[in-house]
């Protein structure tokens, strides 16, 4: 793993790592990030507690409004949330996707846009809970949530599901994505996850490495937040740290990581033994872009690419199975 924590210069010592691809940044985009960067910097870490909910959302929903889809609430499984609906959606076919957050902040609704490009081209419906956020409802109610609302698109008589996720979200949809294949009934056909948090040990190499190049987070304020949704528990416990499960068995997955994140290795260390235990699995790793890039869809390459492989490994997975 390359050590500078230059953004302008990042570079990956890691292309030969199991599952990497790893993507090159347009001027366009570095210019991009820069000026990115200047803007969001001087409040780097000062997001906090649940105070901070209110300007998450806003940060969350500064996404491009995807063409030709409809965002409409709902209930599934008990859980409130939000469906997003392309024009021409095939049929029978579902993305159950999982926002962000870092277990406190984040809501479907401040989501909806993200999600909905991701629908739009996947070509399917795409529905968002609202699970419960900590510190008032911590582990495991989120997951407790994730799980009614994916038994629920299955009584609503989905067959063909792909789970996705970003950051926090990304980690329940790992954990979900392993419970029910442990289950067996109605196994997710594919996920894909932007940026997980994978290990709440907070342990990674990047949160040292990455430290001066992410423009978003440090580590003492991931430590309170994570603290606040686990309490006491064990943070190396598989139930929360998905890096620390057992991967045998998953479906085919896809991660995409910006490459100054200190994010970063929480996505490498786990494809890497996802590869190792037999999954079809890879991550993307993408120059100079930091965590949420993919809110810069239609306005930089990076996230407009991303969203477009997304799309099509979503499309294939869905489509194999299909009757």
């Known amino acids: 793993m390359q050590t500078s924590m230059s953004p302008s210069t990042s570079q990956s010592a890691s292309i030969d790592k199991p599952g990497l691809v790893w993507h090159p940044a347009t001027p366009a985009d570095q210019a991009s990030m820069s000026a990115m960067r200047a803007i969001v910097e001087p409040n780097k870490g000062r997001l906090r507690g649940i105070a901070a909910r209110v300007p998450f959302d806003g940060i969350a929903g500064r996404v491009a409004v995807p ?40 809501s479907a609704q401040a989501f909806q846009k993200l999600v909905g490009h991701i629908a739009a081209s996947a070509g399917v419906e795409a529905f968002i809970p609202d699970y419960r956020l900590a510190p008032e409802h911590p582990f495991p109610s989120a997951g407790e949530d994730a799980q009614a609302c994916y038994d629920g698109l299955t009584e609503l008589g989905f067959k063909r599901i792909a789970i996705t996720g970003d950051s926090a979200g990304g980690n329940l949809a790992l954990g979900l994505l392993a419970a029910q294949s442990r289950r067996g009934s109605v196994i997710p056909v594919a996920a894909v996850v932007l940026s997980p ?26 430590l309170e937040l994570v603290t606040s949704y686990l309490g006491s528990h064990d943070p190396a416990d598989p139930l929360v740290s998905p890096l620390y499960g057992d991967l045998t068995g998953l479906p085919p997955l896809r991660v995409h990581v910006g490459n100054d994140e200190v994010l970063l290795d929480d996505s490498v260390r786990y494809v890497g033994r996802a590869v190792a235990a037999g999954v079809d699995a890879q991550v993307d790793v993408w120059e100079a872009m930091a ?6 869809v239609g306005s930089m390459d990076a996230p407009t690419q991303a969203l477009k492989a997304i799309g099509d490994f979503l499309t294939q997975h869905l489509a194999a199975i299909r009757q």
């Open 67 to 106: 063409t030709g889809v409809e965002f409409r609430p709902d209930t599934v499984g008990g859980v409130a949330g939000w469906w997003c609906s392309p024009e021409g959606a095939r049929s029978g076919e579902v993305i159950l996707h999982l926002h962000g957050g870092w277990f406190n902040w984040g």
């Open 197 to 222: 948090v994978t290990d709440l040990t907070l342990n990674s190499e990047s949160w040292e490495t990455r430290a001066v190049a992410d423009p978003f987070f440090v580590r003492a304020q991931a």
């Open 291 to 296: 965590h949420g890039f993919l809110s810069g």
